[in-house]
């Protein structure tokens, strides 16, 4: 099964990086794992035009925190993250809240449970 998630995801890093004008993205509940969201989080770093990315509801882990580091440090059209309900653990967050004391755009994540 896990395979198959990766497929979608690599399905998805296509379809955003050839997308120029997608300003939304909502992976609620796909089933992703932490290759499959680096996947999607390297072919966002040269978006120019997302703003609204939700990632919530897919069990994701402390695995995504630096690839998520990385596009919060890049990314310069990201406004809202949403990683709700996901099993990121205090560490996970409190990684990337450093990252996102770098970012000039991001005005909200939702870290919640």
């Known amino acids: 099964m896990t395979s198959l998630f990766l497929y979608v995801a690599i399905c998805n890093?296509?379809?955003?990086?050839?997308?120029r004008y997608l300003q939304q993205r909502h992976l609620t509940a796909t089933g992703i794992?932490?290759?499959g969201v680096a996947s999607i989080f390297h072919a966002l770093v040269n978006n120019n035009t997302l703003t609204?990315?939700?990632l919530s509801n897919n069990q994701l882990t402390y695995q995504i925190a630096d690839s998520l580091s990385e596009l919060i440090k890049s990314n310069s059209t990201i406004k809202h993250l949403?990683?709700?309900?996901?099993?990121?653990?205090f560490q996970t967050i409190h990684y990337i809240a450093k990252s996102l004391s770098l970012s000039k755009t991001i005005e909200h994540v939702d870290f919640s449970n």
Not at 13 to 19: D, E, G
């Open 13 to 19: 890093s296509a379809f955003i990086s050839i997308c």
């Open 82 to 89: 949403v990683l709700a309900n996901n099993n990121l653990g």
């Open 33 to 35: 794992n932490a290759e």
């Open 52 to 54: 609204y990315f939700n």
